[in-house]
Nanobody, 120 residues
Framework: QVQLVESGGGLVQAGGSLRLSCAASGSISTNAMGWFRQAPGKQRELVAGIISGGRSNYADSVKGRFTISRDNAKNTVYLQMSSLKPEDTAVYYC???????????????WGQGTQVTVSS
């Protein structure tokens, strides 16, 4: 069982930056990791994912603005967010995929979420 704790959310003006962190209670070196977000009235969506080897992918809406990274020695995943827009406002969740399953699966692990609010 892996517990995930997100931090780094907050209120920022449009055009600003935030860095989210996701600290895991155990090793996540072999897990695919991802950041999801859910805005009020919308479905949860994958923002960025990174596999154990470091290859990453992004939602089209955040490409060029967000960067996901991982530090396996610290069991931590980061999401650097720049050029933030009001439409980035959401609760951001960290996800660790269970081995053999993809990101977002109910077999994986989720953090409690951290609120990001971007004001215009």
């Amino acid at each position: 069982q892996v517990q995930l704790v997100e931090s780094g959310g907050g209120l920022v003006q449009a055009g600003g930056s935030l860095r989210l962190s996701c600290a895991a209670s155990g090793s996540i070196s072999t897990n695919a990791m991802g950041w999801f977000r859910q805005a009020p009235g919308k479905q949860r969506e994958l923002v960025a994912g990174i596999i154990s080897g470091g290859r990453s992918n992004y939602a089209d809406s955040v490409k060029g603005r967000f960067t996901i990274s991982r530090d396996n020695a610290k069991n931590t995943v980061y999401l650097q967010m720049s050029s933030l827009k009001p439409e980035d406002t959401a609760v951001y969740y960290c996800n660790a995929a269970a081995i053999g399953y993809g990101l977002g699966s109910s077999y994986g692990y989720w953090g409690q979420g951290t609120q990001v609010t971007v004001s215009s």
